[in-house]
């Protein structure tokens, strides 16, 4: 009699003991497969030798007084809350803007979830005679409809370009079809509005994903 009746008992016992030991397996493997499948986080040296240049300390660049292509004032208030990809450039320059504005475009497209939401790609005009908010508005919208075109007074522009080390100059000896000596480099700013780094020409798309999002991780490790 006693041992009919622990028969149930003792069975009960092994099938808790193995669905225990089933769910530990399946949590295990199920961390591991989620390991391997994010992406792997760069160190800084490693994003640096991946085109990557991010400053030891993010800077502030000071307040800005200049307007986007849809004749609103755009402020230093404008990079915070979001990453930003800020490409100075101008919409008569015949291959490598357009080329960049582009890839972008193309970058953008790359980007999961929230990533694309969380970063904006500005364009910041180096040709601020000719790049009006009529000109801007005509041309940054047909690579991506949500992209911002920025010009202002020259030398608003040019202190902003100063403060995040891409230099530009008028080529001298031209006509009114004069071309812009400019940097192909994108700059990085972090949600706080500071210049984080930059991604150094030529930009490769697979190499710029991972980079970026090495570093979108470690800055929120760090905050």
């Not at 993010?58 to 007084?65: A, I, K, Q, S, Y």
């Not at 000109?135 to 940054?140: I, P």
């Not at 210049?195 to 760090?222: C, N």
Request: net charge negative; hydrophobic share 40%; with cysteine.
């Amino acid at each position: 009699m006693l041992s009919d009746q622990a028969n149930p008992a003792q069975s009960r016992g092994i099938r808790l003991t193995v669905l225990a030991i089933a769910l530990f397996m399946l949590v295990v493997v199920g961390g591991f497969v989620y390991r391997i499948q994010q992406p792997r986080v760069m160190t800084t040296t490693e994003m640096k030798v991946n085109g990557l240049y991010l400053l030891e300390t993010p800077r502030n660049f000071g307040e800005l007084n200049l307007v986007d292509h849809h004749g609103k004032a755009f402020t230093r208030a404008r990079f915070e809350g979001r990453w930003s990809l800020v490409f100075f450039g101008f919409t008569y320059c015949p291959d490598v803007c357009p080329t960049t504005m582009s890839f972008l475009n193309q970058f953008m497209g790359e980007l999961e979830g929230t990533e694309a939401e969380n970063t904006q790609v500005v364009l910041v005009s180096v040709d601020p005679a000719r790049d009006t908010v009529e000109q801007l508005a005509a041309y940054v919208p047909y690579f991506n409809p949500d992209f911002i075109g920025v010009t202002g007074e020259f030398l608003d522009i040019h202190r902003f370009a100063t403060a995040l080390n891409t230099p530009f100059r008028k080529v001298p000896g031209q006509d009114e079809n004069y071309l812009v000596d400019h940097s192909a480099n994108v700059v990085l700013i972090n949600p706080r509005g500071d210049y984080h780094g930059f991604f150094k020409a030529p930009l490769d798309l697979a190499k710029m994903k991972v980079t970026y999002r090495s570093a979108m991780f470690l800055w929120e490790q760090g905050r």
